[in-house]
């Protein structure tokens, strides 16, 4: 029953990633700001709720064993960057491989994902440094998890400020699909957009609660401590709605949509969400987190080696499902 209701809950949270992205690419057509900004700001902060609500309401609301909901909250927050980074990049040359073979090229535009790269990778080394540093040293702590919130909003205005230059390239956002909401006879307007997005909004707050729970039960299950569960199985769950319209958006030829939906996340989920890690739980080097950085800085520092050599194959990317299979054997065995 406790894997029934964790599919439910993992529907639920599809089925609310959708309704929210496929509104935000609407905003993102009438504000006329540019696919990366729609990519990496509007759909990765969307598609990556259902993580961020996790960690969160598992810190804050989760259940009764405070350690379980630390574990849960620590394994989420970590997670989803390393899933990021490895398996839903390698993921991606699945899409791809059809249309355009193994040695056939992505052309996402270069100077928003280096900047999601170059931002991830500091914010994320920052946060891999604050493991190491004594709880003693409360301020220290105190200073790196500002620093990572400043971080992330230093990052929005460099994005949007890049975003007019990219419309006049050619890089505006075009929503392809209508309105989900339209389809019952509403209008397309402001209103029902944003009426749509708070549906969708209450869904995933309604799925990641649901799924913290579940969790919990399965851990006690399969006699593992509920990190180790948290690192490797919510990621997967949760990452869900990024890699499939990822992969949408790569079979359409979209590939700064793509990449910027999936690095976009990595920033957000690199900077917000490790400053609540380093303020409210208890942030340590354990072998299973210490490797699951580690092998995330990797694998972004690989996306940016092939940025600056000249651009990435679908073959590149499988390297970056081998990284998580990697994870996999040291955290597992």
Known sequence: MTILFMFAMLVIIVIAAEIFVNALEHIGERLRISEGVTGSLFAAVGTALPETM?????IFA??????????????AILGAPLMLSTLAMGLLAIAAFRQRGLRGSFTPERSGMRRDL???????????????????YMLVRVAIGLGLVLLYFIYVMMTLRASAQL??????????????????????????????????????????KGFIHGVEE?????????LLL????????????????????????K??????????????????????????????????????????LVGALWLRFLLARGGIKVWHVIVNGGLYVLYLSIALG
Do not use: C, Y
Request: glycine content about 10%; charged content about 10%.
């Open 255 to 296: 590939d700064t949509l793509a990449f910027g939906n999936l690095t976009g996340a990595m920033v957000f989920q690199g900077t917000l969400l490790p400053a609540i890690g380093i303020l409210l739980t208890p942030w340590d080097p354990r072998t299973e987190v210490l490797a699951g950085v580690l092998i995330t």
């Open 118 to 136: 170059n931002v991830f990778l500091l914010a994320f080394g920052l946060a891999a440094v604050a493991l190491f540093v004594p709880h003693d």
């Open 218 to 226: 399965m851990a006690t299950w399969l006699g593992i401590s509920a």
């Open 54 to 58: 996790v960690p969160i309401l598992a």
């Open 230 to 253: 948290s690192l490797v199985i919510v990621p997967i769950a949760t990452e869900l709605p990024e890699k499939v319209n990822s992969f949408l958006w790569v079979r359409r030829g």
């Open 62 to 75: 989760g259940t009764d064993n405070q350690t379980v909901n630390e574990e849960i909250g620590v394994g």
């Open 167 to 208: 419309v006049e390239d050619g890089h505006a956002t075009e929503a392809d699909r209508p309105l989900l909401i339209s389809r019952l006879g509403l209008p397309t307007n402001m209103v029902t957009i944003l009426v749509q997005i708070a549906l969708g909004l209450a869904l995933l707050v309604a799925g990641a």
